[in-house]
């Protein structure tokens, strides 16, 4: 399985940018897609997740109202649409999948992701 993410870039403040995550090797299904990002000298952290097959939706606080995220069945990807950017929102965005089971998983720890793109870089300047 290959997760490929794209969209990044550099943006001002206030701005929009929407990254992608495509897969290869897996049809998505019965998957779980999760959009966590890493700061320079921090932790990566939970974005936003989607079920694939339910359409259900989660989503950090900090991204609230301000990030979606959305799938594409025909294009078997994952979108991640980014508005009202904050210069906080600077950091590498990592797309990661897993299978879901219907047993309890922490959507928002990176460990409970089996595979994971290489990330792509979203700068927002001030």
């Known amino acids: 399985v290959q997760l490929q993410a794209s969209g990044g870039g550099l943006v001002q403040a206030g701005g929009s940018l929407s990254l992608s995550c495509a897969a290869s090797g897996r049809t998505f299904s019965n998957d779980v897609v999760g959009w966590f990002r890493q700061a320079q000298g921090k932790e990566r952290e939970f974005v936003a997740y989607?079920?694939?097959?339910?359409?259900?939706?989660d989503y950090a606080d900090s991204v609230q109202g301000r990030f979606t995220i959305s799938r594409d069945n025909a294009k078997n990807t994952v979108y991640l649409q980014m508005t009202s950017l904050k210069p906080e929102d600077t950091a590498v965005y990592y797309c990661?999948?897993?299978?879901?089971?219907?047993?309890?998983?922490?959507?928002?720890?990176?460990?409970?992701?089996?595979?994971w793109g290489p990330g792509t870089q979203v700068t927002v300047s001030s």
């Open positions: 990661a999948v897993r299978s879901f089971s219907g047993a309890y998983f922490d959507r928002s720890s990176p460990r409970e992701y089996t595979y």
């Open positions: 989607i079920r694939w097959t339910a359409g259900i939706r």
